[in-house]
């Protein structure tokens, strides 16, 4: 078995992530982030309502950046 740590980069995957109510016709934006389960933690924390109320979205790294100065 190898237990060396590995030498090579990480990945630069880009993905982001940003949380809404699920039925919300305006997509109003709750948080915003690189993990689907902590966005959705950090959702329901801040609204009081059950992880199962949102619904999660693929973002670009602009819309993150532009929404997380609103949103933190």
Do not use: W
């Not at 995957?13 to 389960?37: M, N, Q, V, W």
């Not at 790294?61 to 532009?66: G, L, N, Q, S, T």
Request: aromatic residues 10%; charged residues 35%; glycine residues 6%.
């Amino acid at each position: 078995m190898n237990t060396n740590p590995s030498f090579h980069p990480k990945p630069d995957l880009d993905r982001f992530f940003c949380s809404y109510i699920k039925g919300d016709p305006a997509k109003e934006p709750i948080t915003t982030g690189e993990s689907i389960p902590a966005i959705i933690a950090k959702a329901a924390e801040k609204t009081g309502r059950g992880r199962g109320d949102f619904e999660v979205e693929e973002i670009t790294r602009e819309r993150h950046e532009k929404l997380k100065q609103f949103l933190f």
